[in-house]
């Protein structure tokens, strides 16, 4: 799903972004950190969770509203 939005004013903060974006997660089996980025281009509830490939959930990570930004998930296997 990508969502655009045109902002009509010459203030633009790069800061901010101008789509939803869930960014690629690249994981490695030898470091059990993963980094989930996303950008919110606008005040949004966010849940971030983790489904199987049957579509099942695995894990419910979070549940937040967040202001416009970019954000990084760290996620610590266990």
Same mark, same amino acid.
């Given at each position: 799903? #990508?969502?655009h939005?045109?902002?009509m004013s010459d203030d633009v903060d790069p800061r *901010?972004?101008?789509i939803? #974006?869930?960014h690629p997660v690249f994981l490695n089996p030898f470091n059990p950190i993963? *980094?989930?980025r996303y950008d919110i281009?606008?005040?949004s509830d966010v849940n971030l969770s983790v489904y199987d490939l049957r579509g099942r959930l695995v894990i419910k990570l979070?549940?937040?509203r967040f202001k416009p930004s970019r954000?990084?998930?760290r996620c610590i296997s266990s």
């Open positions: 799903l #990508e969502i939005y045109v902002n *901010i972004p101008i939803f #974006e869930l993963a *980094i989930i281009p606008k005040l979070m549940n937040n954000y990084n998930y």
